[in-house]
């Protein structure tokens, strides 16, 4: 019922900065967005959510560089990353899912983002 799409990946410098996009189409119970990463032979890991409310939560390695946020319309979800680091090398993926309904969550294609001098 819901499908999402990233975009603004790329290729950077390391210290540079991209934001990547994720908009949603379509109705659910969803009432969070986030994104998630994955690099090369490693397992996704939590990078940031923002729910309807507004509140927001970070993983570690990212918090102070990276910032979630929503348009207006609360269709898109946006994820600026500042200061990148090779490390945050990996395919980003948006994902919403619901805190009522455990079952109602989807993904994205995900965006390759690759941090490298």
């Known amino acids: 019922q819901v499908q999402l799409m990233e975009s603004g990946g790329g290729l950077v410098q390391p210290g540079g900065s991209l934001r990547l996009s994720c908009a949603a189409s379509?109705?659910?119970?969803?009432?969070?967005m986030g994104w998630y990463r994955q690099a090369p032979g490693e397992q996704r890991t939590f990078v940031a959510f923002?729910?309807?409310?507004?509140?927001?939560n970070y993983a570690d390695s990212v918090k102070g560089r990276f910032t979630i946020s929503r348009d207006s319309a609360e269709n898109t979800v946006y994820l600026q990353m500042n200061n990148l680091r090779p490390e945050d090398t990996a395919v980003y993926f948006c994902?919403?899912?619901?805190?009522?309904?455990?079952?109602?969550?989807?993904w994205g294609q995900g965006t390759q983002v690759t941090v490298s001098s």
């Open positions: 994902r919403g899912w619901s805190t009522t309904n455990t079952r109602d969550y989807y």
């Open positions: 923002i729910i309807d409310g507004g509140r927001t």
């Open positions: 379509g109705t659910s119970s969803i009432n969070v």
